[in-house]
């Protein structure tokens, strides 16, 4: 995790030197900023998890069996790929942007102009997407939300129906293939789990709610005004 944070420093660093912006760019990388923070907490309670995981058999062979049972989808290697998607998706629309101003400029140098048609100049002097002029750039930007809006569903998906069911009950009946009747389980700070759970449900749910109030929002804004 702590290499994922220092991988995305010069990512999210863009957000504040970037010559380049459009329609609430600063909320897609604030969100991507707190869903680090709340990724990096959440999977604290999951770091052990092998270690809190118990059975009343003598033989931790039995006990790794049962572990190996129960817990059978992935954990925090699902969270943290789905986290580099959320990440992808954001930055295919840095990387449309970059190719409208590299375009941009090639035309200014070819033809002298001062402006292309598309954008415009913020007061820092940065480079404003004029989304009501370039339907080809709405399109690119509704696609990267309707990407990011499906990686969210997934995850809901994954936290919901992987991993909260594995913590639902405190106690679990196993029996190994490898070892003789039947272990009760225990898995300790299980509350904590679920709620690092719930944590992340509830941002990613508020993403979803967002990007999809965001994608209406962008069709009556700007399609349907060409």
């Not at 299980?190 to 449900?201: C, D, N, Q, T, V």
Request: net charge positive.
């Amino acid at each position: 995790m702590a290499a994922l944070v220092t991988g995305l420093i010069p990512i999210l660093r863009t957000a504040v030197d970037a010559t380049t912006t459009y329609k609430c760019r600063s909320l897609w990388f604030g969100f991507l900023c707190v869903r680090l923070v709340i990724l990096f907490l959440a999977e604290l309670p999951f770091t052990k998890l092998d270690a809190d995981f118990s059975c009343n058999s003598t033989k931790d062979i039995c006990t790794r069996a049962c572990f190996n049972r129960h817990f059978n989808k992935p954990v925090m290697v699902a969270w943290n790929f789905i986290y580099v998607l959320v990440v992808l998706s954001v930055l295919l629309m840095e990387l449309f942007t970059s190719h409208l101003r590299s375009m941009a400029q090639k035309r200014k140098e070819a033809a002298g102009d001062v402006e292309t048609e598309a954008q415009g100049k913020d007061p820092r002097g940065r480079t404003v997407l004029d989304l009501h002029r370039d339907r080809s750039s709405v399109s690119f930007y509704l696609l990267s939300i309707f990407l990011r809006i499906l990686v969210e569903t997934w995850f809901l998906f994954v936290l919901l129906c992987w991993n909260l069911p594995a913590l639902r009950n405190d106690l679990y009946e196993c029996s190994a293939d490898i070892c003789s009747g039947f272990h009760v389980c225990v898995v300790r700070a299980a509350p904590e789990k679920r709620m690092s759970i719930y944590a992340l449900a509830s941002i990613s749910g508020m993403m979803v709610v967002v990007s999809v109030l965001f994608c209406l929002y962008s069709i009556s804004h700007y399609l349907c005004r060409f």
